[in-house]
T-cell receptor
């Protein structure tokens, strides 16, 4: 099915563990984004990618690592999870970085709890 | 640096009433996006406003853009419970930059 899918949908992990959130899109969009959403903070950009092997930091990149070996995949890794990383994570994709006719298309989100 | 401010951040209203959500931005924004998010769900694109004076309508929602005033509005007409959601606006300083998001307006419409 065409679209943007995130996995897992829910994840509970322990402090200090490494965890990877997956994002896959089928549109061949050049741009992909990772956001976190927390009450009181709205959407905050973690990292984004313009193409395979091209990534850039967003507003809150500390504690996160991304890679993009293939256009369709953009995994987000928490190298050593902390409680402050408990959040809902959204992946998005877009044909363009900005001024696109459709904006960004979002995945369904991953709710991550770090205990 | 572009900043996007929405107000109100929270709005509780009765069905049948009209109301407006405001989205102000601090510097030039090439275009303005409106998104809707239902509780526990993802963000869904509602409108893309491409130029000054642009107006888009779908059902009971109408969005407009005034680039001179650096203001976009989302007007709700005769609200119904199904429109309860959080609404986000987002602007963009230029084509070489990513979307800048407002904090969102949580709208609750009571039957």
């Amino acid at each position: 099915d065409a679209g943007i899918t995130q996995s897992p949908r829910y994840k509970i992990t322990e402090t200090g563990r490494q965890v990877t959130l997956m994002c896959h899109q089928t549109w061949s969009h050049s741009y992909m984004f990772w956001y976190r959403q927390d009450l009181g903070h709205g959407l905050r950009l973690i990292y984004y990618s313009a193409a395979a092997d091209i990534t850039d930091k967003g507003e809150v990149p500390d504690g996160y690592v991304v890679s993009r070996s293939k256009t369709e995949n953009f995994p987000l890794t928490l190298e050593s999870a902390t409680r402050s990383q408990t959040s809902v994570y959204f992946c998005a994709s877009s044909e363009l970085l900005g001024t696109g006719a459709y904006g960004y298309t979002f995945g369904s989100g991953t709710r991550l709890t770090v205990v | 640096e572009l900043k996007v401010e929405q107000n109100p951040l929270f709005l509780s209203m009765q069905e049948g009433k009209n109301y407006t959500i405001y989205c102000n931005y601090s510097t030039t924004s090439d275009r303005l996006y409106w998104y809707r998010q239902d509780p526990g769900k993802s963000l869904e694109s509602l409108f893309v406003l491409l130029s000054n004076g642009a107006v888009k309508q779908e059902g009971r929602l109408m969005a407009s853009l005034d680039t001179k005033a650096r203001l976009s509005t989302l007007h709700i007409t005769a609200a119904v419970h199904d429109l309860s959601a959080t609404y986000f606006c987002a602007g963009i300083p230029d084509s070489n930059y990513q979307l800048i998001w407002g904090a969102g307006t949580k709208l609750i419409i009571k039957p």
